[in-house]
Nanobody
């Protein structure tokens, strides 16, 4: 059974950095994995995704060049390095995975397994 547990959220000032981590149960090396976020009153949106087998990544336009997704296969951990944070990056961040081959890498509806989230708050 796939279990995902996020950590690393917190409060930072604009321009700062945070590194999110998501430890999984070890069955996701061939899965698509992604980071999503949801701010109050807004829909959940895709931030970044990765296909660990190939290392290919996808990013939302709003975070490209500032965020980096990676996976440590030895430690079964997915990371999201977030630099140059902006107040609009404030949200609950979720780790997700799916074993299916998907077309919409940043579409939350394509993912089957979810963590409980970690809060990120960026002040101006």
């Amino acid at each position: 059974q796939v279990q995902l547990v996020e950590s690393g959220g917190g409060s930072v000032q604009a321009g700062g950095s945070l590194r999110l981590s998501c430890v999984d149960s070890g069955y996701t090396r061939t899965y698509f994995m992604g980071w999503f976020r949801q701010a109050p009153g807004k829909e959940r949106e895709g931030v970044a995704s990765i296909y660990p087998s190939s290392g290919v990544t996808r990013y939302a336009a709003s975070v490209k060049g500032r965020f980096t997704i990676s996976r440590d296969n030895e430690k079964n951990t997915l990371h999201l390095q977030m630099d140059s944070l902006k107040p609009e990056d404030s949200a609950m961040y979720y780790c997700a995975a799916t074993s299916r081959y998907i077309g919409g890498w940043l579409d939350p509806n394509e993912y089957d397994y979810w963590g409980h989230g970690t809060q990120v708050s960026v002040s101006s």
